[in-house]
């Protein structure tokens, strides 16, 4: 079992930054690749971006690609998801996620075995 706790979010106005971190607990971090998404009110969970194991190969929505920077420290545990040029459009709760079988459908919720409880991020006009 993995626990995940989002932490950074907040209020910001539009083209301003935040970062976002997810700490892991539980069992070993090692092997997880990690991904985040979100969801606004009345819309479904949507990729955000992912990042393998070995932090080398990332992967982003086109919506934030050139914005957005996910990473990672293992040796904290922790993955970050660094938000520049925040938009109005980027409101939404964030989530982190964990998958363990390394999975090619990256862009799907159905692959990530554990999920944190999600961070709110408001951007304002």
């Known amino acids: 079992q993995v626990q995940l706790v989002e932490s950074g979010g907040g209020l910001v106005q539009a083209g301003g930054s935040l970062r976002l971190s997810c700490a892991a607990s539980?069992?070993?971090?090692?092997?997880?690749?990690m991904g985040w998404f979100r969801q606004a009110p009345g819309k479904k969970r949507e990729f955000v971006a992912h990042?393998?194991?070995?932090?080398?190969?990332?992967y982003y929505a086109d919506s934030v690609k050139g914005r957005f920077t996910i990473s990672r420290d293992n040796a904290k545990n922790t993955v970050y998801l660094q938000m520049n040029s925040l938009k109005p459009e980027d409101t939404a709760i964030y989530y982190c996620?964990?998958?363990?079988?390394?999975?090619?459908?990256?862009?799907?919720?159905?692959?990530?075995?554990?999920w944190g409880q999600g961070t709110q991020v408001t951007v304002s006009s």
């Open positions: 996620a964990a998958d363990s079988r390394d999975s090619t459908i990256i862009a799907y919720p159905s692959a990530y075995e554990y």
């Open positions: 539980g069992r070993t971090f090692n092997g997880y690749a």
């Open positions: 990042i393998r194991w070995s932090g080398g190969v990332t």
